[in-house]
């Protein structure tokens, strides 16, 4: 077993709709979880960072992590087709000071 | 720019043949990370540096690969010998030490082996 799953997808969305991606792990030292967005042939994005457990909002992006479940989410409302990428989740035990342990990435299409 | 930023941008080269890539971490960012991305799949740690000392390698670094931070700035990536399951993206990455923030991506070098 992975220490991070992912489905990759494809995800393929209408424009405006609300996309859901999510991430489980298995090592309960991760206390840092990320989301990069990565455009093709283009190198990771940092999206959304949170701490331990709780959600995050940013925008149209809205993060959660459930530690106890060992579950976490990516939400993006109003969808655009600018939002079209693989999305990455990623974590560690210490943030950035520690290497980051990703899932496969998601890709996502928005149609408009 | 004061992003991370590697070079070359692509690579392709022959089997068997060596290639080295540059990263030029954000300034002031102590720690600079190599990953591997293949086709399909998220970045894979290869190894760190903190200032010049390199202080992981990942079991996926082989005797053909070696890096380097000889100044603690600007790190090199070389693999020898080249074999075609080397192609993919090898990405850099840089952060300031004891951050509990991200790490940050550069636009990666992408190498194909023919």
């Known amino acids: 077993q992975k220490e991070v799953e992912q489905d990759p997808g494809p995800l393929s969305v209408p424009e405006g709709a609300i996309v859901s991606l999510n991430c489980t792990y298995s090592?309960?030292?991760?206390?840092?979880f990320m989301w990069y967005r990565q455009y093709s042939r283009k190198g990771p994005e940092l999206l959304m960072y949170?701490?331990?457990?709780g959600n995050k909002e940013d925008g149209r992006f809205t993060a959660q992590v459930d530690k106890s479940s060992k579950y976490i989410s990516l939400f993006i409302r109003d969808s655009q087709p600018s939002d079209s990428a693989t999305y990455l989740c990623?974590?560690?035990?210490?943030?950035?000071?520690?290497?980051?342990?990703f899932g496969k990435g998601t890709k996502l299409t928005v149609n408009p | 720019d004061t992003g991370v930023s590697q070079n070359p941008r692509h690579k392709i080269t022959k089997r068997g043949q060596n290639v080295t890539f540059r990263c030029d971490p954000i300034?002031?960012?102590?720690?600079l990370y190599w990953y591997r991305q293949t086709l399909g799949q998220g970045p894979e740690f290869l190894t760190y540096?903190?200032?010049?000392?390199?202080?992981?390698k990942s079991r996926l670094l082989s005797d053909r690969f070696s890096a380097e931070r000889p100044k603690g700035s600007f790190s090199t990536l070389e693999i020898q010998r080249t074999e075609q399951g080397d192609s993919a993206m090898y990405l850099c990455?840089?952060?300031?030490?004891?951050?509990?923030?991200?790490?940050?991506f550069g636009p990666g070098t992408r190498l194909t082996v023919l």
């Open positions: 090592n309960s030292a991760f206390q840092y």
């Open positions: 990623a974590m560690s035990g210490q943030g950035g000071s520690e290497k980051l342990v």
């Open positions: 949170t701490y331990s457990s």
């Open positions: 540096f903190q200032n010049e000392a390199q202080l992981e």
């Open positions: 990455a840089s952060t300031p030490v004891g951050a509990t923030d991200t790490q940050y």
């Open positions: 300034s002031e960012h102590n720690r």
